[in-house]
């Protein structure tokens, strides 16, 4: 089983920076993709980024590229997501997802991970 769980969310001014991890507390991340997604109040759930398993292959939405960066760190199950030049319009709940088939499509898209967190609120104040 799978337990995929971030952390590292909270306030902060715009243009400040966080960091959020993504760790399975019960299942290697090692040999899967991994995707960031948010989701805003009454919006749809946006993908931001991606990595591939082994790392070299790094997918950014416009919204986020030259801002955001994702590393993953395979010896300690870890997958960070390094959040720069916040602005208000990046608050939202974060999640990590994993795609455990091998399948991925659209490397952005929701329907292409089958195993999600529960988030964690990234908050910008203007």
């Known amino acids: 089983h799978s337990q995929l769980v971030e952390s590292g969310g909270g306030l902060v001014n715009a243009g400040g920076s966080l960091t959020l991890s993504c760790t399975d507390r019960?299942?290697?991340?090692?040999?899967?993709?991994v995707g960031w997604f948010r989701q805003a109040p009454g919006k749809e759930r946006e993908g931001i980024s991606y990595i591939s398993e082994d790392g070299e292959k790094k997918i950014y939405a416009d919204s986020v590229k030259a801002r955001f960066t994702i590393s993953r760190n395979n010896n300690w199950n870890m997958v960070y997501l390094h959040l720069n030049d916040l602005e208000p319009q990046d608050t939202a709940v974060y999640f990590c997802?994993?795609?455990?088939?091998?399948?991925?499509?659209?490397?952005?898209?929701?329907?292409?991970?089958?195993?999600w967190g529960l988030g964690t609120q990234v908050t910008v104040s203007s």
């Open positions: 997802a994993r795609n455990r088939d091998g399948t991925i499509i659209n490397p952005l898209s929701p329907s292409d991970y089958d195993t």
């Open positions: 019960k299942d290697s991340l090692n040999y899967d993709d």
